[in-house]
């Protein structure tokens, strides 16, 4: 007791000097937003996991133990290998190889590569798009609002899936067959951003809409500033708070679009191989017995979508004011 | 309050604003589908149904009304944030009404606004610099940064707060502060012209005080026009020259401020004066207030307050009354104050809650 006196005046002080340091840092660790954070267990190791992967994925070259786009280091009679702890296992390769050689491990490293990086490269298309249409619909109102809003209404009445294959079959059908393969990547990112853009307009334009009214928008207007800076300057700032939180759950959306298309033989080129296309291939040897093929590619898959997807309930739930 | 002051605000005889017969219509008809196929009527709202007045340089004229009664689409088409339906806004003998962005654009610096509530008024994401910095910015008053910096000071300092708060963002003030901040964005172009739409309403009643001090001081230094519009009678008893009394779209009653207060002569006027509380405790008859404001989409025929009025007669019902001069400066719209039958002498003598 005696002890626990004498020493609480010093960290008392101590937590002062560091805020008064740390500035924005500080005030980010005091929010609701850490503090929601650090009670959820569930988020802490989604956060973990989405984190490793993406650091994983970043830093594919340094991480993975082979390269599995350098044809001269393949092996054929590497190909077929089954995990480590199966009885012809080759300790090489951690969890066995695929029918060319490659090593599932990296070959998954690459690929969550490949699947993140079209992720997140569709999403920040929808984003764009999206967002654009949103203020510009709420903004202006009237017919434009109107166009775009029944536009929107008619593409959310397909699956978006459709809408991509849709997009990708005319974007391949445009490029000659021996450019298809340098354009996958292009392609794929049009066609998922493209088809995911009306929610990012649907949540804009509302929230738009609502600030459009308010005074300080009218207080520009009557300062006469642009129509256009008033939008760029005064409202998307204000708008952007939930596209956040739909993106990180679009993203999640957007792999498993990639990993579908790539799975339907329409994605990237099998040379390169994205996750959807490594199951793809798995798919093929699944009932001949070579299982980790598919399996492992899908788990990685599955554990990427789902870590994602829980950090983007989370977010919801911590910047949503009325849940508090 | 002194009728020192007043007579010593040496009013010139200069018209600065001059609104005649302006009118503003709001279409809130349900959608084209539905009024085709649902046989339901174009609905027309008469926001604003034919008003006229002058406004004098330096003096503050001030609107009064229920809620719903138009005031704030007068404030709002003034400053050109809504195009007249009909009628005229001159400002120094140019008709304003309805010019685009482009034509408005010298005006802008001359005739600014100060909005009703504080926390909306104030960009969120803004830094209170900038957004005092927005005017100087969008009027090139200003030749380089710095400028900029020691003009968003002096600005500060204008209103009470300090040159350092320029740093911090809205949600760090109180309301009384953020109505500051707000004034000092609309001073910032140094403007000859200032529309108040209901400044104080959202604030508590001490703090209403200071900012209203505060506009009068600012009024006295920058030789300032006001319109001020509120349903706040204190206010306007404490901040007026000149005042207009708006029921439904038009203007039951325009007096000067003392002659309205001491003197009512529109039954409206009479009773909204009647709904102040009289600390004094006189046991004296009031005319209560009766019935609420009439749909505008549908407004009563004739005089628009007959539901409400209890000297109403058959041609109050029938026949809409016309502002009428009756000298010194009142003008009042009343069947009944024409035909000399509704009784005189002051309802209240100063009201104590005003005084």
Redesign the interface.
Known sequence: MAMAEQTTPKPVQAPKGGAAAGGAMARFFDGDVWHSFKNSPITVVAAVVTVTIFLAALFAPIVSPHDPYDLMLLDVMDSFMPPVWEADGDPRFLIGTDDQGRDMLSTIIYGSRASLFIGFASVLLSIVLGVGLGLVSGFRGGMVDAFIMRVAEIQLSFPTILIALLINGVLRGVFPVEQQADVAYAVLILSIGVSGWVQYARTVRGSTMVERS???V??????????TLIALR?IL??VMGPVLVIATIHLAVAVISEATLSFLGVGVPPTEPSLGTLIRIGNDFLFSGEWWIAIFPGAALAILVLAVNLLGDWLRDALNPKLR | MSEVMRTEASLSDTTMLEVSNLKRYFDVSRPFLNRVLEGAPRQILKAVNGIDFKIKKGETFSLVGESGCGKSTVARLIVGLYAPTEGKIEFEGRNIGGLSRREMAPLRRRLQMIFQDPYASLNPRWRVRDIIAEPLRAFDLESDEVGIERRVGELLSFVKLTPADGEKFPHEFSGGQRQRISIARALASQPDFLVCDEPTSALDVSVQAQILNLMKDLQREFELTYLFISHNLAVVYHISDRVGVMYLGQLAEVAPATTLFRDPRHPYTRMLLDTIPDLDMTGRQRMPVAGEVPNPITPPSGCSFHPRCPFATDRCKSEAPLPRDLGSEVFVACHGVEENRIPRGPVIDAPPALR
């Open positions: 308010k005074e300080y009218q207080a520009a207007h009557v300062i006469g500033i642009h129509p005064h700032p204000n």
